[in-house]
DNA sequence: TTTCATACTTTGTCCAGGACAATGTGTTGA
DNA sequence: TCAACACATTGTCCTGGACAAAGTATGAAA
């Protein structure tokens, strides 16, 4: 049985979300404890995520509370559509077994075999985020457990990081600062982002999680940086999204570009903000890159 | 101006908090937008970023918002007492240096040639934590910009992993699996004492940060683990920690040793906990080690 | 048919102020 | 010196009302 303030944490639905819900839609009824505090069991806390990993995907609650349990238990093991069905090389396959059987030297293995075999670019660009798709659809569907996420993404974040580090350091303009703003925790879009310049020379600052904005602004004239990235995954909000991104741009000068991805980013590609370019696939960000060295004639 | 939202995000004090001391000490008063909503001006985020920050230090509001001005400013820009006012390496000096100047090639290069220079364990636990005390008192008296504290860990963490991942695979005994509680962001801890088992040939599983009990226990069982390793940050509440850690240890078999480190857990070594080591100093780690494998008759 | 502006609905966040339990602190007695 | 008690402090939770921003439907004009 878990308090408001866990459930919170766990769901990463706010108190007041919980408490209004149930109050509109009757979901979910938490008993009390002596003091009458809310008590969550441990199904309606399993219920809440699926409800959450729904609305990241567009769902509206009003909707899925409607729906009959049939028709929301379909839609939760549904694998998200859009994604093209692409066809699973062998070796990604044999690195999704290994997950699901939590053979953690096996997937390591795997996965190095891979980024051999792939290089550090083709392997950010084609396999991870397949691997990410895939690990997202057995998790929606059940079929992975948190903790057997949470190994995939310490993996995957280790074997980037080594390969990053093993590059000669970038000294070739731009320079380009990576971070994510405030409330925004997923950070391996980032480390992405990261394999797909690094290999091009280009010289990478990273901040790492969280960075408030007066503070990114400070590191920009710090670093004398030519480049912001910024990673938002599919769960940030939108609009907050869209409102930060306009507060950030008014705080550094006009010659730095901003450039944002990550999953937020494909519903806003045509909300045009000025100074701001969207790079909502990997291969976009190589594109910019070679965009911008063509404007500033750089040659490498 | 920020909305209370924000400030949430920003300094890790909750609505309810920042509400409840503008009823009781009068302290924040934020200005309304048209609606009547709070809205904070910077300096009065930065005054609450310094108490959380002292409050982490175990002072109590009550006492800091009864303090004069000047008291209070010099407690804030007072270092951190109890660490003892260790000699400084002249090699760390030029890395602290390095931080300050916004210089993050040659910070990375002075942190590469302390870690050859020593060697990964005596890294660890020597130079580690004095570049995290030394950091944490710039901050506290404002000589550091937090984006300069976000590059910092991020190359700190970028070394250790590559050095981590440099070292053969760990395949002896015991088999330790690293992560920490929902609750707890930060992840350096974690990767110290990494730092600390991997060189000894342990085989260590980390699942990242904010892993779920149930979740963590599961792993345990599924990588049938001998050691779990807990870390928890000064900022984290003591009373949850032990409750959490009471819950986490009803949640594995008596088998498996539970390791908590990590600056919460100076405060707690009194509480005993049947099945629950402290392990507050990273020495202490290998210490455990060597007493499991002495226990275990493993000769390595 | 498409596009745009307008009105309606949904939904997350905020507010006030009361309540309470857990923790810290100080005092008394053994 | 230590244990037990009472008192003060402090964070979290509660209810239920309010509102604005985002989404959605409707209808007019191109």
Redesign the interface.
């Known amino acids: 049985m878990l308090t408001i303030a866990?459930v919170e944490?766990?769901t990463g639905l706010s108190k007041d979300v919980l408490r209004v819900w149930e109050r509109r839609y009757g979901f979910p009824v938490p008993s009390r404890d002596e003091a009458g505090d809310r008590l969550y069991d441990?199904a309606q806390v399993e219920r809440l995520r699926t409800i959450k990993r729904l609305m990241d995907r567009g769902f509206r609650p009003g909707r899925l509370f409607a729906m009959s349990p049939e028709a929301f238990e379909a839609l939760a093991s549904a694998p998200a559509a859009g994604g093209p069905a692409m066809a699973l090389d062998k070796a990604c396959k044999a690195a999704i077994e290994c997950i699901l059987s939590?053979d953690?030297?096996g997937l390591?293995q795997s996965l190095n075999q891979l980024l051999a075999k792939q290089g550090l670019q083709r392997f950010v660009q084609d396999t991870v985020p397949v691997l990410n798709e895939q690990i997202g659809n057995s998790w929606a569907s059940g079929r992975l457990?948190?903790?057997?996420e949470?190994?995939y993404?310490?993996e995957i974040?280790?074997l980037l990081?080594?390969a990053i580090?093993?590059l000669p350091?970038g000294n070739q303009p731009p320079c380009v600062l990576l971070?994510t703003l405030?409330?925004e925790?997923h950070g391996l879009g980032l480390l992405m982002v990261e394999g797909m310049l690094a290999p091009e020379g280009a010289r990478c600052?990273?901040?790492?999680l969280q960075?408030?904005i007066?503070?990114?602004a400070?590191?920009a004239s710090?670093?004398e940086i030519d480049v912001l990235v910024l990673s938002f995954s599919v769960a940030f909000p939108p609009r907050r999204g869209l409102a930060e991104l306009q507060r950030m741009r008014a705080a550094i000068p006009e010659r730095i570009e901003i450039w944002a991805g990550g999953g937020m980013t494909r519903g806003l590609l045509r909300h045009k903000l000025p100074g701001v370019l969207w790079t909502p696939e990997l291969t976009d960000c190589l594109q910019r890159l070679q965009d911008w060295r063509i404007r500033h004639a750089v040659v490498v």
Request: aromatic share 0%.
């Open positions: 866990q944490r766990e441990a939590d953690n030297l390591r457990a948190v903790h057997q949470h190994l993404s310490e974040s280790r990081r080594s580090g093993n350091a971070t405030s409330g925790e600052i990273s901040l790492g960075t408030p007066e503070e990114i400070m590191a710090a670093h």
